[in-house]
């Protein structure tokens, strides 16, 4: 996400600095964003010289002194709330007064987070869907602690990046996190149940109501090991059934075939992240 979140940036002209733990982490990550672009720049999506224009504005580092020039930190970590916090609470202490604190949390407590920070009036969900560079859409989540002010300053952010922002009280799970995982979990019983093949159920959805991926396809682009912490999160928030995750994706996560990132999931992927072909894993 937060490679995505930072090719976004940059192809609207802004400038943007991914940290990451280490020295390898940072190349490793740089790389990852030049074979999407490479991939881009095969279909003719980009050009040559576009594709150097776009890693030319992004610095890919171990440092947290860039902090120090931040005017608004986007948290992006593994959904981990000691990892969160961690990286917010550094921010706070590194990054200047202004800055404006936020997390990409799709189903943590943007007032927990917050609470690490001295500065929890300038903190704020802002939740980029998955993939962050195609969906336009940007979850503004507010904390309990959250100023009108500050989520009136990421409003012209948004519309720099032509995204749609929807404003949200801080709920788990928010509005797209907590109705998708149900879709996803209906798709798994269904599939369970054999009312239908995994092709036959994605392509039910994908034509019958115009989704871009099933759902079944939807939770291996996700990673099946991500949407097992969503649900699992939110059935211990809400106590309700239909957030139980079902029996199929606990198997799949501890066989390891967690989707796109292992190359196998419901379906199977290439190095890319396309589908190989309709072959069902179940």
Request: include cysteine.
């Amino acid at each position: 996400m937060g490679q995505g979140i930072a090719e976004l940036l940059s192809k609207k002209g802004l400038d943007v600095t991914v940290v990451e733990k280490t020295k390898t982490l940072a190349r490793q990550s740089r790389q990852q964003v030049e074979i999407k672009l490479d991939k881009q720049l095969s279909r003719w999506g980009i050009t040559q010289a576009e594709k150097k224009s776009i890693l030319s504005r992004i610095d890919f580092t171990d440092h947290d002194a860039s902090l120090e020039k931040a005017d608004l930190v986007i948290e992006a970590v593994t959904e981990d709330l000691e990892s969160k916090k961690a990286v917010l609470e550094r921010s706070d202490r590194l990054s200047p007064e202004h800055t404006i604190l936020s997390s990409n949390t799709s189903t943590m407590s943007v007032t927990e987070l917050a609470a690490v920070t001295c500065r929890p009036e300038q903190v704020i969900g802002l939740h980029f869907l998955h993939p962050s560079t195609r969906v336009h859409l940007v979850e503004i989540v507010r904390g309990l602690k959250t100023s009108p002010e500050t989520v009136q300053k990421v409003r012209p952010f948004l519309d720099r990046l032509n995204l749609v922002g929807v404003e949200v009280f801080e709920s788990p799970g928010f509005v797209t996190t907590r109705l998708i995982v149900t879709l996803i979990n209906e798709a798994l019983y269904t599939l369970m149940e054999g009312v239908a093949t995994p092709s036959d159920i994605d392509a039910a959805m994908k034509h019958g109501f115009q989704f871009p991926y099933g759902p079944l396809e939807m939770a291996d682009r996700f990673g099946l090991d991500s949407v097992l912490a969503w649900m699992e999160r939110l059935f211990r928030e809400y106590g309700d059934s239909k957030f139980r995750p079902a029996p199929l994706l606990k198997k799949m996560v501890r066989a390891n075939q967690l989707g796109v990132k292992t190359g196998e999931g419901f379906f199977r992927y290439d190095e890319d992240g396309d589908r190989l072909k309709e072959d069902e894993k179940r």
